[in-house]
């Protein structure tokens, strides 16, 4: 059966905030991201991939945190109504590794976003950024697709290999959440 693509696309009324977001959940995963923080687009980039949606994702420049938390809050807006269409899962969960980094990713669309980590990449930087702004992007991506997130980190220590396993699972299980169900669940 061949189900009609889903592509929502918007953007940020707001004059600080500036970002525009495309999402095609039923895409090949190619991405074109430009957030203003490189450690944040090439994550993106695999989320796309590992999710197989294509995503457009520009924030205008300014401070680093308010990018990754605008383009948190439009990815999670994006994503909120292909997660609730009538037939599809609305939840997934996936174990990826990157090198020797193992992340667990589980997720749900739920009435109250919630974040769950036990990821601790305060002190890391990575790419002059400090790496914790990944837990705000993560935050804010919960809050506006309405989430309940689980993020656990099983093993690893870089925190590069870190992020980019945490972003793979993300991308497999929203990935999950997404598709059609193939029977009455």
Known sequence: MRYARRTVTTADPAEEARTQVRVNVDGPGGANVATGVPVLDHLLVLLAAYAAFDLALEVAPGNAEEEVRAAGRALGEALAKPLREDGVRG?????????????HVALEASDEPLLVSHVDLSEARLGGVSTDIVAAFLRELSNGASLTLHVRLLDGSDAHHVLEAIFKALGTALAQACRPRARKE
Request: avoid cysteine; hydrophobic fraction near 55%.
């Open 91 to 103: 939840h997934g969960s996936a174990v990826v590794p990157s090198a020797e980094a193992l992340a």
